[in-house]
């Protein structure tokens, strides 16, 4: 884990928050290539799932929404995690994670002091609390969201009286959520502010079993297109008992992260919980209805993603140290940051400079590759392909002096090191088809 932090940073993947006023704690930003990557993820997401879809709509739904709808939800009531805190320190733990956590002697440990008195544990709202207006007080508060789902459910009407879909239809979002934990940590794993990517996906009720086990598969095949290591994966059908308040069966995709196995990603059955309370809550009526039968309320079967922990998952399994003088990513050219990097053999010789500039140039404004690349005339070639492999730019594109005379270029492929001669015409088809195109 210290090897794929330090290695983000030092490439310009993900960088601490706010780091020159010292930081703020579990707060990252993403850098040039952490953008890219992440930008990537979103894109293949939105391909996929709705601009490759007729029965899935986007939605950018607001992150600060009424409080009625948090209330409507359930999540001013049950969105809480217990909180214990050490008497001695005063430092604040999860309670149903830290009490067994650290036991000397049969009593827990606070692993800050070496304290071993705890308060009670108390139920502590995870919703990150704002006010609107100029006024600081009960009246104006309001919430971020936790959760990217209840801005779809609150539009559902919007959806069907604009789009006329017909059941089973979906409503996706790619957005912000917001979470006040009170233990994050692990690098981007358990962040206060996150990312989701996710499906809410309306059926009939008799239905819901089946496209449950669609979204399962479905959310597998995600994860092998993406290249996450699925060794690595494992299913975990929560009990009846833990799962979410409105869930009548959820599903957590576990990775096998450095730290442990975590939840990846999730998928559940929300059933017609929130359209119901919506209904109820709002005064509108939020069932469907189709000429012939009676309204009803769809359930709704729920694939949810996180951008960050998949772009933390995807570092991990790109990552190669099987020679540790040389570490190699291997993404997916698909979300690599750069699908290629085009060198001079010699920086110090202008006709090489000049002529490698012009090939990058030419590549950058194809309009048919749609390929990123990058420029790269800094120190010797060995150590610009040593840097392309950390990054993980699937193929270098070296211009040497025998380019100058039949236009042709050396290609070199990150995985396996080998290397052909292409011409120059050429590249836009071969960085096009490797990209998966």
Request: contains cysteine; charged residues 30%.
């Amino acid at each position: 884990m210290e090897k794929i932090v330090s290695l983000c940073k030092r490439r310009g993947f993900i960088f601490p928050g706010s780091e020159i006023y010292g930081g703020l704690a579990n707060s990252f930003d993403y850098g040039p290539l952490g953008f890219a990557l992440k930008n990537n993820i979103k894109k293949l997401w939105l391909d996929r799932y709705v601009n490759g879809r007729s029965d899935v709509f986007g939605l950018d739904a607001a992150l600060i929404m009424n409080p009625k709808v948090w209330e409507a939800s359930g999540h001013l009531k049950e969105f809480v995690d217990p909180l214990v805190e050490c008497k001695k320190c005063h430092e604040r733990y999860r309670g149903d994670q830290f009490p067994n956590a650290i036991v000397i002697a049969g009593k827990s440990v606070c692993p800050n002091c070496g304290g071993n008195e705890f308060t009670q544990p108390k139920q502590f709202n995870l919703m990150l609390k704002t006010f609107l207006g100029p006024a600081e007080e009960q009246a104006n508060i309001v919430y971020f969201r936790p959760e990217t789902a209840q801005g779809m459910f609150v539009n559902f009407k919007n959806i069907l009286d604009t789009m006329r879909p017909d059941l089973p239809f979906g409503i996706a979002q790619v957005g912000k959520a917001f979470r006040n934990e009170i233990t994050p940590g692990n690098f981007i794993f358990r962040t206060r502010e996150f990312e989701q990517m996710e499906i809410e996906f309306f059926v009939r009720p008799e239905e819901a079993s089946g496209k449950f086990e669609y979204w399962k598969d479905e959310m597998m095949e995600w994860m092998k297109l993406v290249g996450i290591d699925m060794k690595k994966v494992h299913e975990f059908e929560q009990p009846e008992g833990e799962r979410a308040h409105y869930s009548a069966r959820t599903i957590d995709f576990e990775y096998d992260f450095p730290f442990g196995r975590k939840e990846l990603y999730g998928l559940a059955n929300r059933t017609d919980f929130d359209l119901k309370n919506h209904s109820e809550k709002s005064g509108i009526d939020l069932r469907y209805r189709e000429e012939g039968s009676e309204p009803f309320y769809p359930y709704v079967i729920e694939p949810t993603w996180g951008v960050d922990r998949t772009v933390l998952a995807l570092l991990d399994s790109a990552y190669d140290d099987s020679d540790p003088k040389h570490v190699v990513r291997k993404l997916k050219p698909a979300l690599a940051p750069y699908k290629a990097a085009v060198f001079p053999l010699l920086a110090n010789k202008p006709q090489l400079v000049q002529k490698a500039q012009e090939i990058f140039k030419s590549l950058v404004m194809s309009h048919k590759s749609l390929v990123p690349v990058v420029y790269d005339g800094r120190g010797n070639i060995g150590k610009r392909y040593y840097a392309q492999d950390e990054i993980g730019t699937p193929a270098c594109i070296t211009v040497d002096f025998q380019t100058l005379e039949d236009d042709a270029v050396t290609i070199r492929d990150r995985d396996t090191a080998k290397q052909e001669r292409v011409g120059v015409g050429e590249l836009v088809e071969i960085l096009t088809r490797n990209d998966g195109r």
